[in-house]
Protein backbone atom coordinates (compact mmCIF):
# COMPACT_ATOMS: atom_id res chain seq x y z
CA UNK A 1 0.00 0.00 0.00
CA UNK A 2 2.65 2.52 0.69
CA UNK A 3 4.50 1.46 -2.97
CA UNK A 4 0.93 2.68 -4.14
CA UNK A 5 0.80 6.15 -2.73
CA UNK A 6 4.38 6.94 -3.15
CA UNK A 7 3.73 5.86 -6.83
CA UNK A 8 0.44 8.13 -6.86
CA UNK A 9 2.79 11.09 -5.49
CA UNK A 10 5.12 10.50 -7.86
CA UNK A 11 2.40 10.56 -10.84
CA UNK A 12 0.86 13.64 -9.31
CA UNK A 13 3.64 15.64 -8.71
CA UNK A 14 5.44 14.63 -12.30
CA UNK A 15 2.23 15.75 -13.73
CA UNK A 16 1.80 19.18 -11.52
CA UNK A 17 5.46 19.49 -13.14
CA UNK A 18 4.67 19.28 -16.28
CA UNK A 19 1.89 22.15 -16.21
CA UNK A 20 4.21 24.25 -14.50
CA UNK A 21 6.56 23.96 -17.78
CA UNK A 22 3.50 24.71 -19.88
CA UNK A 23 2.88 27.90 -18.07
CA UNK A 24 6.72 28.94 -18.70
CA UNK A 25 5.77 29.97 -22.65
CA UNK A 26 6.05 32.59 -24.00
CA UNK A 27 4.22 33.98 -27.11
CA UNK A 28 5.00 36.00 -29.99
CA UNK A 29 4.08 39.36 -29.84
CA UNK A 30 2.14 40.04 -33.70
CA UNK A 31 1.82 43.86 -33.72
CA UNK A 32 5.65 43.99 -32.42
CA UNK A 33 7.28 41.23 -34.61
CA UNK A 34 8.44 41.66 -37.85
CA UNK A 35 10.54 38.80 -40.66
CA UNK A 36 11.84 42.13 -42.99
CA UNK A 37 13.62 41.12 -46.55
CA UNK A 38 14.44 42.99 -49.49
CA UNK A 39 14.38 42.33 -52.86
CA UNK A 40 17.00 43.27 -55.42
CA UNK A 41 16.49 44.32 -59.38
CA UNK A 42 19.20 45.86 -62.09
CA UNK A 43 21.96 45.22 -59.19
CA UNK A 44 21.15 47.82 -57.34
CA UNK A 45 17.40 48.47 -56.37
CA UNK A 46 16.45 47.31 -53.84
CA UNK A 47 12.74 46.72 -52.70
CA UNK A 48 11.17 46.36 -48.93
CA UNK A 49 9.22 43.62 -48.22
CA UNK A 50 7.95 42.18 -44.67
CA UNK A 51 6.08 39.64 -43.37
CA UNK A 52 2.80 40.15 -41.62
CA UNK A 53 0.86 37.79 -39.39
CA UNK A 54 4.05 36.29 -37.88
CA UNK A 55 2.93 34.06 -35.36
CA UNK A 56 5.48 31.71 -32.50
CA UNK A 57 5.95 30.65 -29.12
CA UNK A 58 8.90 30.36 -26.83
CA UNK A 59 9.46 27.74 -23.85
CA UNK A 60 11.50 28.59 -20.55
CA UNK A 61 14.52 26.76 -22.41
CA UNK A 62 14.81 28.52 -25.23
CA UNK A 63 13.27 27.05 -27.97
CA UNK A 64 11.05 28.72 -30.15
CA UNK A 65 8.93 28.33 -33.55
CA UNK A 66 7.82 30.76 -35.18
CA UNK A 67 5.93 30.55 -38.20
CA UNK A 68 3.90 32.60 -41.33
CA UNK A 69 1.98 32.78 -44.40
CA UNK A 70 3.82 33.37 -47.22
CA UNK A 71 0.49 35.37 -47.93
CA UNK A 72 1.33 37.60 -45.87
CA UNK A 73 4.04 39.00 -47.68
CA UNK A 74 3.44 43.04 -48.24
CA UNK A 75 5.86 45.33 -50.28
CA UNK A 76 3.14 48.22 -50.52
CA UNK A 77 2.60 47.27 -53.85
CA UNK A 78 -0.49 44.53 -54.32
CA UNK A 79 0.55 42.95 -57.66
CA UNK A 80 4.25 42.93 -56.34
CA UNK A 81 2.28 41.02 -53.40
CA UNK A 82 0.93 38.49 -55.51
CA UNK A 83 3.49 38.02 -57.85
CA UNK A 84 6.09 37.09 -55.76
CA UNK A 85 3.41 34.70 -53.53
CA UNK A 86 2.44 33.23 -56.94
CA UNK A 87 5.57 33.13 -59.24
CA UNK A 88 8.32 33.32 -56.84
CA UNK A 89 7.64 31.27 -54.06
CA UNK A 90 4.96 29.09 -55.50
CA UNK A 91 2.88 29.77 -52.11
CA UNK A 92 -0.33 27.73 -53.53
CA UNK A 93 1.83 24.35 -53.16
CA UNK A 94 4.49 25.89 -49.68
CA UNK A 95 1.92 28.22 -47.91
CA UNK A 96 4.23 28.98 -44.99
CA UNK A 97 7.82 30.15 -43.61
CA UNK A 98 8.84 28.30 -40.63
CA UNK A 99 11.77 28.92 -38.32
CA UNK A 100 13.46 27.21 -35.63
CA UNK A 101 16.15 27.45 -32.70
CA UNK A 102 17.26 27.89 -29.34
CA UNK A 103 18.18 31.13 -27.69
CA UNK A 104 21.12 30.68 -25.03
CA UNK A 105 18.50 31.47 -21.71
CA UNK A 106 20.69 30.50 -19.25
CA UNK A 107 23.53 33.14 -20.95
CA UNK A 108 20.52 35.72 -21.08
CA UNK A 109 19.16 34.88 -17.80
CA UNK A 110 22.63 35.71 -16.08
CA UNK A 111 23.80 38.67 -17.93
CA UNK A 112 20.62 40.74 -17.26
CA UNK A 113 21.63 42.91 -20.17
CA UNK A 114 21.73 42.91 -23.48
CA UNK A 115 24.19 40.15 -25.35
CA UNK A 116 25.27 39.31 -29.31
CA UNK A 117 24.12 36.05 -29.99
CA UNK A 118 25.27 33.56 -33.62
CA UNK A 119 21.87 32.02 -33.31
CA UNK A 120 21.69 28.72 -35.70
CA UNK A 121 18.01 28.49 -36.34
CA UNK A 122 16.00 25.95 -39.11
CA UNK A 123 14.34 27.86 -41.80
CA UNK A 124 11.61 25.97 -43.63
CA UNK A 125 10.44 27.66 -47.30
CA UNK A 126 9.41 25.57 -50.30
CA UNK A 127 9.64 22.72 -48.55
CA UNK A 128 13.14 22.70 -47.74
CA UNK A 129 15.15 23.14 -44.38
CA UNK A 130 18.24 25.14 -43.96
CA UNK A 131 20.34 25.77 -40.76
CA UNK A 132 20.85 29.18 -41.50
CA UNK A 133 22.89 31.55 -38.77
CA UNK A 134 21.29 35.13 -37.46
CA UNK A 135 23.41 37.55 -35.86
CA UNK A 136 20.76 39.02 -33.04
CA UNK A 137 20.77 40.87 -29.42
CA UNK A 138 18.83 39.21 -27.14
CA UNK A 139 17.56 41.00 -24.17
CA UNK A 140 15.20 39.82 -21.36
CA UNK A 141 12.70 42.13 -19.41
CA UNK A 142 10.82 40.78 -16.49
CA UNK A 143 8.14 38.74 -18.56
CA UNK A 144 9.72 39.88 -21.97
CA UNK A 145 12.43 38.49 -24.13
CA UNK A 146 13.55 40.83 -27.36
CA UNK A 147 15.72 39.82 -30.36
CA UNK A 148 16.35 41.65 -32.97
CA UNK A 149 19.52 41.25 -36.10
CA UNK A 150 22.22 43.70 -35.64
CA UNK A 151 23.32 42.99 -39.38
CA UNK A 152 21.16 41.11 -41.72
CA UNK A 153 21.32 37.96 -42.74
CA UNK A 154 21.72 37.37 -46.58
CA UNK A 155 19.44 34.45 -47.98
CA UNK A 156 19.35 32.61 -51.31
CA UNK A 157 16.27 31.69 -52.89
CA UNK A 158 17.85 28.37 -54.95
CA UNK A 159 19.58 27.45 -51.42
CA UNK A 160 15.93 26.23 -50.72
CA UNK A 161 15.40 24.73 -53.74
CA UNK A 162 13.21 27.88 -55.67
CA UNK A 163 13.98 27.08 -59.07
CA UNK A 164 15.44 29.43 -61.37
CA UNK A 165 12.52 29.14 -63.60
CA UNK A 166 10.52 31.50 -60.82
CA UNK A 167 13.04 33.93 -60.72
CA UNK A 168 13.05 34.13 -64.79
CA UNK A 169 9.24 34.47 -64.95
CA UNK A 170 8.63 36.83 -62.38
CA UNK A 171 11.77 38.98 -63.82
CA UNK A 172 9.39 38.57 -66.82
CA UNK A 173 6.52 40.53 -65.46
CA UNK A 174 8.32 44.01 -65.33
CA UNK A 175 10.17 43.62 -68.45
CA UNK A 176 12.65 41.11 -67.76
CA UNK A 177 14.48 42.88 -65.82
CA UNK A 178 17.74 41.52 -63.99
CA UNK A 179 16.53 40.35 -60.38
CA UNK A 180 18.34 38.48 -57.21
CA UNK A 181 17.42 35.45 -55.89
CA UNK A 182 19.79 36.54 -53.08
CA UNK A 183 17.98 38.85 -50.37
CA UNK A 184 19.20 40.44 -47.33
CA UNK A 185 16.80 39.51 -44.14
CA UNK A 186 16.18 41.10 -40.76
CA UNK A 187 14.11 39.76 -37.79
CA UNK A 188 12.44 41.85 -34.89
CA UNK A 189 10.87 39.65 -32.26
CA UNK A 190 9.34 39.93 -28.89
CA UNK A 191 7.95 37.24 -26.56
CA UNK A 192 5.59 37.93 -23.97
CA UNK A 193 5.29 35.45 -21.11
CA UNK A 194 1.82 34.35 -20.85
Do not use: C, W
Not at 15 to 24: E, I, K, P
Request: zero cysteines; proline letters at 5%; charged letters at 20%.
Amino acid sequence: MNKFLAMLAFVIGTTAMSFTVNADEYVLDSDASSINFATIKKAYTVEPANLTNVEGKLDDDGAFSITSPLSSISTGIPIRDERLNALFFNAQSFPTLSVAGTFPMDEVEKSGRQMQVSLPVKVTLHGKTVEVNFDVNVLKLGDTLVAYTYKPTIISGSSFGIPTENLNKLAETVGSIPLSDTVPVNVSLVFNKK
